[in-house]
């Protein structure tokens, strides 16, 4: 697979990428799928990351223009932990219903 077009000479974008703050945006991306990948491993779940390139004019020269690139990571969150309690009339929780009576198990019981 060319890495140029021939025809037109259009620079790879990575070589493009590169040309931003030394190389900056490169480290960041690189840096936020490792964290991105490992964060799905770890929970089973989705996330994404996303490459923003803006291009605009360069004020004063035609012939300009501002690239800025902005990377951002969604990592996938925990699922919540979660529990079913009952609730008396005052508003405590419980494991047990307030409103039934236990049964004597233990050792003493046969």
């Known amino acids: 697979m060319a890495r140029t077009d021939t025809t037109t000479g259009e620079r790879p974008f990575v070589k493009?990428?590169?040309?931003?703050?030394?190389?900056?945006?490169?480290?960041?991306?690189?840096?936020g799928l490792a964290a991105l990948t490992t964060a799905v491993a770890a929970t089973g779940r989705k996330g994404t990351l996303t490459l923003k390139v803006t291009v605009s004019p360069f004020k004063?020269?035609?012939?300009?223009?501002?690239?800025?690139?902005?990377?951002?990571?969604?990592?996938?969150?925990?699922?919540?932990?979660?529990?079913?309690?009952?609730?008396?009339?005052?508003?405590?929780?419980?494991?047990n219903d307030p409103h039934q009576g236990t049964l004597p198990l233990g050792d003493d019981a046969e």
């Open 16 to 31: 493009a990428l590169a040309g931003i703050n030394r190389g900056a945006v490169l480290d960041e991306a690189s840096l």
């Open 60 to 95: 004063g020269n035609g012939a300009m223009v501002t690239v800025d690139a902005d990377v951002e990571v969604k990592e996938p969150k925990q699922q919540a932990h979660g529990g079913v309690f009952f609730t008396d009339e005052n508003g405590n929780l419980s494991r």
